[in-house]
């Protein structure tokens, strides 16, 4: 058995996904009671270091991945970051529009795996392919379960002003994120951490604990603790329409809303009659309420478009217009005429 490295190497796949490589040295699970044909199941950036770090240590017999979809202005269709990755190194792939059809359950009884490993994978699994493993389905989930179950563990936990959130491996059942836990790691959200840049970080980790928690529980030494359903929390899947802002609710709020919200599903405010993407914004408390005509009230502080908000003001640092590239709030500001929604220019005290 080969020493373990005191630091993981890290790549670029893709360009703003952060990979680990070298988790353990080839050989590090030889002491495992089998070794494992796996199945994985993933789709987005955050499955990508997870994929990688089995590929390294084990047998992945097949990848199940979301199809190909259509992204960029001129809607080309486009692979999951998954797909990439398994082509990379040349694992047999497959994208059903359903996982439950019958083409697809055919196609995971060849692959006839021990487990099935899942990460962010964007289907329901039923119970006929939860069943199909002999080791069962495992999770890597986003959170510190069970708060927030669902589709937007990470969004959810920076929009609330959690402090702390990390990472779930749990084994799966017909339930949403409810079964029980294997092992857990938590991780601290950082005061600009935005769902990008956390999802990232979390990868990683959801990662190393996997690679730390499978071969324990394949030689049946972790007994799984249930979830506790009273402490439960749940994050819906997100919708585009979710990220307009609302300035009649606190600024503080909706700067944490434009930190969850970049990159999915973005945050914006209605200008022109056409929607402003708010990439960064920074918070101004301001408890003054002299000349302040109504949350949302558009003003500019030191050269730079800032909103009322209730309370408190949103400074805007990084804007983003329909069909235009990103660009600093002070260089949209001085092309947007009629910015000022009240004749004024105001000076913090």
């Not at 986003?142 to 402090?163: E, F, K, N, T, V």
């Not at 991780?187 to 935005?194: A, M, S």
Request: aromatic fraction near 8%; hydrophobic fraction near 40%; charged fraction near 20%.
């Amino acid at each position: 058995m080969g020493s373990t490295p005191t630091r993981p190497i890290f790549y670029d796949y893709p360009t703003h996904s952060i990979c680990p490589v070298g988790f353990y040295p080839r050989g590090f699970l030889n002491g495992i009671a089998m070794k494992p044909r796996i199945v994985f199941m993933g789709s987005p950036d955050f499955s990508v270091p997870i994929l990688l770090a089995l590929h390294e240590n084990y047998t992945i017999t097949g990848v199940v991945t979301q199809p190909d979809k259509p992204a960029g202005r001129g809607r080309t269709y486009t692979p999951s970051p998954v797909k990439l990755l398994a082509e990379q190194l040349i694992l047999p792939i497959m994208q059903p529009l359903k996982l439950s059809s019958p083409e697809s359950i055919e196609q995971l009884h060849a692959w006839n795996p021990d487990v099935i490993i899942v990460a962010a994978f964007g289907q329901i699994l039923r119970s006929n392919i939860l069943e199909l493993p002999p080791k069962k389905c495992i999770n890597v989930h986003a959170s510190l379960l069970p708060r927030w179950r669902g589709a937007a563990p990470i969004q959810a936990a920076i929009l609330h002003g959690d402090q702390n959130t990390g990472v779930t491996i749990m084994l799966m059942d017909t339930g949403v994120d409810t079964g029980s836990i294997l092992s857990q790691k938590e991780l601290k959200i950082l005061p600009d951490d935005t769902a990008e840049t956390l999802s990232d970080r979390l990868s990683i980790l959801g990662a190393f604990l996997l690679m730390e928690t499978l071969p324990h529980y394949l030689n049946g030494e972790l007994e799984p603790t249930p979830q506790s359903n009273d402490d439960a929390s749940y994050a819906r899947l997100l919708k585009k329409e979710d990220g307009l802002l609302e300035f009649d609710l606190p600024a503080e709020y909706l700067m944490r809303k434009i930190r969850a919200y970049n990159p999915w599903p973005g945050a914006y405010m209605l200008w022109q009659n056409q929607p402003l993407k708010i990439l960064k914004a920074s918070l101004l408390k301001n408890d003054s309420t002299d000349k302040i005509t109504a949350p949302g009230q558009r003003i500019v502080i030191q050269e730079t478009p800032a909103i009322w908000c209730n309370p408190g003001i949103l400074l805007l640092e990084f804007i983003q217009q329909p069909g235009k590239k990103a660009m600093s709030a002070k260089e949209f500001l001085r092309g947007a005429r009629n910015w000022i929604s009240s004749p004024q220019s105001i000076t913090p005290s």
